[in-house]
T-cell receptor, first 117, second 111 residues
Framework: EAQVTQNPRYLITVTGKKLTVTCSQN?????MSWYRQDPGLGLRQIYY???????DKGDVPEGYKVSRKEKRNFPLILESPSPNQTSLYFC????????????????FGPGTRLTVL | GQQVMQIPQYQHVQEGEDFTTYCNSS?????IQWYKQRPGGHPVFLIQ?????EVKKQKRLTFQFGEAKKNSSLHITATQTTDVGTYFC???????????FGRGTSLIVHP
């Protein structure tokens, strides 16, 4: 089954304790992305990657790191989490389009609900 | 970055009433996608619009892309409780691969 998986699904942690949220897709997609979702603010992009070893900042990258060592995996790293990073996080992937007009749909993972105390 | 305004933020309707959400941009868009997120779920792709003035239908859902490609709407006819969720638009412009999501419209359907 084609899917994007995230782990953990729920996490409660304390300020300053490094954590990693994993994301994996089995669709051989080039493009992967991380979003955070907060009430009233919609989906805001944290980082994205267009291929292995190619990553770039989204709209809200501060306090986050990512890596793309393999095509299927795109982990999100919080080196020193703070309470303002309490949020619902989604990983997404899509095929890269060959054209500049039509873009392929993004497939989202189930989400990771993170609470930083 | 690009701004995409989505309104309204919330909409309460009685089952059977119609519903519309709008996305507006100050810049010309190359395309727009719509996603639905059920409560407790993740966003799921609904449709993509590319052409000026394009209209697409999926059963009771009608999607439109404005003539100037600066706005789009999603209209649901005769809502059902299964329509409950948050609807997001995701817009691209200037050849950029990176989409900007609207803040979403949460639809609440009262039986």
């Amino acid at each position: 089954e084609a899917q994007v998986t995230q782990n953990p699904r729920y996490l409660i942690t304390v300020t300053g304790k490094k954590l990693t949220v994993t994301c994996s897709q089995n669709m051989n997609h080039e493009y992967m992305s991380w979003y955070r979702q907060d009430p009233g603010l919609g989906l805001r992009q944290i980082y994205y990657s267009m291929n292995v070893e190619v990553t770039d900042k989204g709209d809200v990258p501060e306090g986050y790191k990512v890596s793309r060592k393999e095509k299927r995996n795109f982990p999100l790293i919080l080196e020193s989490p703070s309470p303002n990073q309490t949020s619902l996080y989604f990983c997404a992937s899509s095929e890269m389009s060959s054209g500049l007009i039509e873009y392929n749909e993004q497939f989202f993972g189930p989400g990771t609900r993170l609470t930083v105390l | 970055g690009q701004q995409v305004m989505q309104i309204p933020q919330y909409q309460h309707v009685q089952e059977g009433e119609d519903f519309t959400t709008y996305c507006n941009s100050s810049t010309t868009l190359s395309n727009i996608q719509w996603y639905k997120q059920r409560p407790g779920g993740h966003p799921v792709f609904l449709i993509q619009l590319v052409k000026s003035g394009e209209v697409k239908k999926q059963k009771r859902l009608t999607f439109q892309f404005g003539e100037a490609k600066k706005n789009s709407s999603l209209h649901i006819t005769a809502t059902q409780t299964t329509d409950v969720g948050t609807y997001f638009c995701a817009a691209r412009s200037g050849g950029s691969y990176i989409p900007t999501f609207g803040r979403g419209t949460s639809l609440i359907v009262h039986p």
